[in-house]
């Protein structure tokens, strides 16, 4: 089993519509947890963090953490097209030392108009 | 904001070459990272260092070497380039309870 995984997609939704994206990962002692957006031909781009069991919110996008169930989701509402990018699920697993972030293989996400 | 700048975005290499990638943070920060990122590998951790002159082996480090003797600059160092090092190299730095910052790329081929 690997580490963090996301699922595979690629993921195709029309524009306006709710893009759900999802994570496990394996490691029941992890803490920190992130959602980083990639453009084609891009560096990753951190778009939200999250710590701590519940919902948090940043404008369109809700990032969802259940530890109990070793789960982190990333919502997007009104996906635009500009949304269309790959998303890393990135966890600093539980004994990691020295701030290392293990990602997932990521989402490709395709909003069409 | 958190700074990472590398300093090629684009490198042409020719096989046996050594390599320097470059890479400086404007922020202090103690953790430093080397990944490379390859179609359907995802990202894989090369090395990383938790301060100056510390460093750790990631998951990938055979034919790599890194160097940090300041703070701010982690340099990572193909001893002699391969064609199966042509790749994508993302440098990023970190602090603690915040996520990476990554820097823009070297995107290298190796011919």
């Known amino acids: 089993q690997k580490e963090v995984e996301q699922n595979s997609g690629p993921l195709s939704v029309p524009e306006g519509a709710i893009a759900s994206l999802n994570c496990t990962y394996s490691?029941?002692?992890?803490?920190?947890f992130f959602w980083y957006r990639q453009y084609s031909g891009k560096s990753p781009e951190l778009i939200m963090s999250i710590y701590s069991n519940g919902d948090k919110e940043d404008g369109r996008f809700t990032a969802q953490l259940n530890k109990a169930s070793q789960y982190v989701s990333l919502l997007i509402r009104d996906s635009q097209p500009s949304d269309s990018a790959t998303y890393l699920c990135a966890v600093e697993l539980g004994g990691t030392s020295y701030g290392k972030l293990t990602f997932g293989q990521g989402t490709i996400l395709t909003v069409h108009p | 904001d958190v700074k990472v700048t590398q300093s090629s975005r684009y490198l042409v290499k020719r096989t046996g070459e050594k390599v320097f990638l470059e890479c400086v943070q404007d922020?202090?920060?103690?953790?430093m990272f080397w990944y490379r990122q390859d179609p359907g590998l995802g990202l894989r951790l090369i090395y990383f260092s938790y301060d100056v002159k510390m460093k750790e082996k990631g998951d990938i480090p055979e034919g790599y070497s890194v160097s940090r003797e300041k703070k701010e600059r982690f340099s990572l160092i193909l001893e002699s380039a391969s064609t199966n090092q042509t790749s994508m190299y993302l440098c990023?730095?970190?602090?603690?309870?915040?996520?990476?910052?990554f820097g823009s790329g070297t995107r290298l081929t190796v011919v």
């Open positions: 922020m202090d920060h103690e953790n």
């Open positions: 990023a730095s970190r602090v603690t309870d915040y996520g990476y910052t």
């Open positions: 490691d029941r002692g992890s803490q920190s």
